[in-house]
């Protein structure tokens, strides 16, 4: 088979935490820390199910993460993505740069703007926004979406400025520090990489202003077609500002069908196509055995005409 992939191109496996339990996902990031082909392995960060029956099993995401980090040795590990109104944003900072010390500095700080108000169907997810019972069962509100963007800019702003070593001050429309200390700081300086997830134009302004990676959901949620169209407005607004485009990681989510690597990999193919070089392949539960290996078999290495 014809290599399909340039060197630069980089395979990763996500975890969805839904209805899954703690040593399942624990063997399937074992299982691929032993696999040099999957660069990175992901986690999500709702706090309910956002699909089917209401009652089922969702794990934190960070306190997640900080358990895989201890296990594992060689995997770059994150969240795709914090939903950022759920923890202040220096609390954040502080989460993210103790397991950017645990890992031994081998975290993405993945980032997005989270729960916003959304029509139905938003995000390629059927039926009403799934934010609503999340945020209302834990005491959260819903913010326009750009009131969410620019919370998610402050954002940015406090995880750099605690990150750079020293007393930091900071005060910004909706958080305020005085003195913040942060020690220790990261391993990874001047600190872990920025990875912001989403697609909407507004949010693509500050990818292409503040990001090192831009994450997108593909296929189920969206089409080829349509992720392709969001990398070219990214590049509008790369041009805009003035940033060469290839210095932006183009991220995507993949989910896996399990029945058909085939389909996958000429999926997987079209994606490459159209310029993304990091390609993120979500696992269903419940997870097959060996399904890390699985994935290296029947979609990595043929991908890479190996």
């Keep these: 088979m014809e290599r399909l992939t340039s060197p630069d191109v980089t395979f990763g496996v996500k975890t969805t935490p839904m ?37 089922g099993d969702v794990l934190e995401g960070w306190t997640l993460l900080s358990a895989l980090a201890a296990r594992t040795r060689r995997l770059r590990l994150g969240l795709l993505v914090t939903a950022n109104p759920l923890r202040h ?22 980032l997005g703007v989270g729960g916003t108000h959304q029509p139905a169907g938003a995000g390629g997810i059927a039926g009403e926004n799934p934010a609503v019972a999340e945020y209302a069962g834990y005491g959260l509100s819903l913010v326009p979406p750009g009131e969410g963007i620019a919370r998610l800019a402050e954002t940015v702003e406090v995880l750099r400025g605690m990150w750079s070593g020293g007393e930091f001050d900071f005060a910004g429309r909706w958080t305020t520090l005085s003195g913040n200390r942060n020690h220790p700081g990261p391993v990874q300086r001047p600190g872990p990489p920025i990875l912001i997830g989403g697609w909407g134009t507004r949010l693509l302004r500050l990818v292409a202003e503040r990001a090192d ?11 080829v077609a349509a992720v392709a169209e969001r990398a070219r407005v990214l590049d509008a607004h790369c ?11 183009r991220s ?9 690597p085939a389909r996958d990999r000429a999926v997987l193919a079209e994606l490459i ?34």
């Design 213 to 223: 990676i831009w994450n997108v959901p593909g296929p189920p949620h969206n089409t």
């Design 89 to 110: 944003p220096a609390l954040l900072g502080k989460m993210a740069t103790t397991v950017d010390v645990l890992s031994g500095g081998r975290l993405v700080m993945g």
């Design 19 to 55: 209805r899954v339990g703690y040593p399942e996902i624990l063997r399937v990031w074992e299982e691929a820390d032993e696999l040099p082909e999957l660069a990175d392995a992901w986690l999500w960060d709702h706090l309910m199910p956002v699909v089917g029956p209401k009652d």
């Design 239 to 249: 041009a805009a500002i003035g940033r060469d485009p290839a210095t932006l990681t």
């Design 252 to 260: 995507v989510q993949y989910i896996v069908s399990y029945q058909d």
């Design 273 to 306: 196509d159209a310029g993304f070089t990091h390609l993120v392949l979500s696992l269903r539960a419940p997870y097959p055995p060996g399904v890390a290996e699985w994935l290296v078999k029947e979609i990595v290495r043929p991908l890479r005409g190996e």
